[in-house]
């Protein structure tokens, strides 16, 4: 097994890419967020939010109808497709080409959810993140993978990597399975935990940033709109990889000492992004 390299700042300062002044949002890069199903739309509103405050210049999520007064209320900001379903995702319809999208977040397990991210993986080429029941529909499908372009990136955490490699038996086995699932798809494996942990063929990364404060609901989501965020700002995905777990971690470090570990929320990490982003240029 290679050395582990630490996630720290100097491993981001040699991958961050400062702003531009002269840049607009169509330079910014469009993502495009797909997921969600009834009762799970606060999945896609975490996940569109921290799109947007991770720097990229236009968002839009593809939803269930029934996501779509609540997705424009909550964040104005994003733009919204609809599915012609209203409870779950059933064929996914785009009328324009994004440069980097995140699938998964409260998507759901429906049958007709099943079938669709079939037909869209198949003729997709465009970079992609995938999360959440995005990940447990692609462990049920295993001969799907072939279809992912190369480097897509899975963020699962424990139980859902479980289910993708199968059970391990010690940590070392844990990641000599990973490693080997990666090899094999040609795929980028977020491993969440405490710590996270990058898989890229051989190469292991470990963040240093993060506290138990991010053990709350929809802070994976958050995370799929930040990495999604930044590949769709021309990152290679494995510099998105590292840079979104980084900053992510940041967010509840920088907060702590305001929020205390039992108020941080999801939102929160959306909240201090800024700061995060900021604490770079120091
Ligand atoms: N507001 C919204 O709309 C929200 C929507 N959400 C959406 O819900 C969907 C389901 O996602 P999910 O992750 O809750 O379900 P699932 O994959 O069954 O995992 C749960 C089980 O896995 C385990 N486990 C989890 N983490 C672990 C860890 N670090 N380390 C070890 N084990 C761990 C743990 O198992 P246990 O330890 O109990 O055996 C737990 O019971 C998904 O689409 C997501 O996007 C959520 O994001 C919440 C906010
Ligand atoms: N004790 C902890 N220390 C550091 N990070 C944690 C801890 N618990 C959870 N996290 C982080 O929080 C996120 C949880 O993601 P996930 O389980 O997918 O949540 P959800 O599906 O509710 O959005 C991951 O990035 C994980 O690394
Ligand atoms: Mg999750």
New binding site residues.
């Given amino acids: 097994m290679k050395a582990v390299i630490p996630i720290d700042k100097t491993e981001i300062l040699k991958r961050y890419k400062p702003i531009n002044a002269h840049t607009h949002k169509g330079i910014q890069g469009h993502a495009l967020i797909i ?3 009834y ?9 569109s939010m921290a799109c947007l405050k991770t720097g990229c210049g236009l968002v839009t999520v593809f939803l269930p109808r029934c996501g779509y007064r609540v997705l424009q209320i909550a964040n104005p900001e994003v733009m919204v497709l609809t599915d012609i379903a209203v409870k779950y995702i059933s064929k996914i319809i785009l009328n324009f080409v994004p440069q980097a999208i995140g699938l ?5 397990q429906d049958i007709e959810t099943h079938t669709a991210i079939h037909r869209f993986i198949k003729t997709n080429t465009v970079p992609l993140v995938i ?6 529909i692609m462990a049920q499908n295993k001969d799907w993978l072939t279809f992912l372009p190369k480097k897509t990136i899975f963020t699962p ?4 990597l479980e ?1 993708l490699i199968g059970n391990w038996d010690s940590e070392a086995d844990k990641f000599k399975k990973t490693i080997a699932f990666s090899k094999q798809n040609n795929l980028i494996l977020v491993m ?3 710590p996270t942990y990058i898989i890229d063929g051989d190469a292991i990364y470990k963040n240093t940033t993060g506290n138990a404060a991010l ?1 709350t ?5 958050v995370l ?1 709109g930040m990495i999604t965020s930044l590949m769709a700002q021309s990152y290679e995905p494995i510099d998105a990889a590292i840079l979104g777990v980084y900053l992510h971690g940041l967010t509840a470090d920088i907060a702590l000492p305001e929020t205390g570990y039992q108020s941080f929320i ?1 939102s929160d990490v959306i909240k201090y992004i800024g700061k995060a982003y900021l604490s770079l240029e120091k």
Avoid: F, V, Y
């Avoid at 009762?39 to 996940?47: E, N, S």
């Avoid at 998964?104 to 759901?108: Q, R, T, V």
């Avoid at 999360?131 to 447990?136: E, H, I, R, T």
């Fill in positions: 997921g969600g199903s009762g799970k739309i606060g999945a896609m509103t975490l996940a998964g977040p409260g998507i759901g999360d959440a029941d995005g990940l447990n955490h424990q139980k859902e289910r969440k935990g405490a053990a609901a929809g802070t994976g989501d799929t999801a």
